[in-house]
């Protein structure tokens, strides 16, 4: 592998990163959120006459706003998780090629590798 493919693949590492550090804090971003967002939905539920917290978290749970955040949490671990795995197969190919230079290094040597 050449010094200059080295470092391309050093930048797709250092991009890759970022876009998995930031697609992660969004996955867990909205993990969190989505307890605030039963929350607020419970209280609405509440003022519509729903009075056991039974009864508000069904209709909160039901809501369409409460459905809309799952499928964004459903989309953001999905980002998130392709990223990574992208991230884990740089990291994979660089630990293959240093085998193989190792390898040929061995040969070199007269290990019999």
């Known amino acids: 592998m050449s010094d200059e ?9 250092r991009e890759l990163s970022d876009k998995y550090a930031k697609a992660y804090a ?13 929350a607020i939905l419970m209280k ?5 006459g729903f ?4 009864a508000q978290e069904r209709e909160a749970r039901a809501s369409d706003d409460y459905l809309a ?3 964004s ?7 998130s998780e392709a990223l990574r795995w992208k991230l884990k197969l740089v990291e994979i ?5 240093r ?4 390898t040929k290094r061995a040969e070199r040597k007269g290990y019999g590798v």
Request: no cysteine; charged share 40%.
């Open 5 to 13: 493919l080295i470092e391309r693949r050093m930048q797709e590492l």
């Open 26 to 38: 969004l996955s867990e971003h909205l993990d969190e959120f989505k307890k605030s967002k039963l």
């Open 93 to 97: 190919s660089v630990d293959v090629w």
């Open 69 to 71: 955040l799952l499928d």
């Open 51 to 54: 009075s056991t917290s039974a």
């Open 73 to 79: 949490i459903k989309a953001a671990k999905e980002d």
């Open 99 to 102: 085998t193989k230079e190792s």
């Open 44 to 48: 609405e539920a509440e003022r519509a």
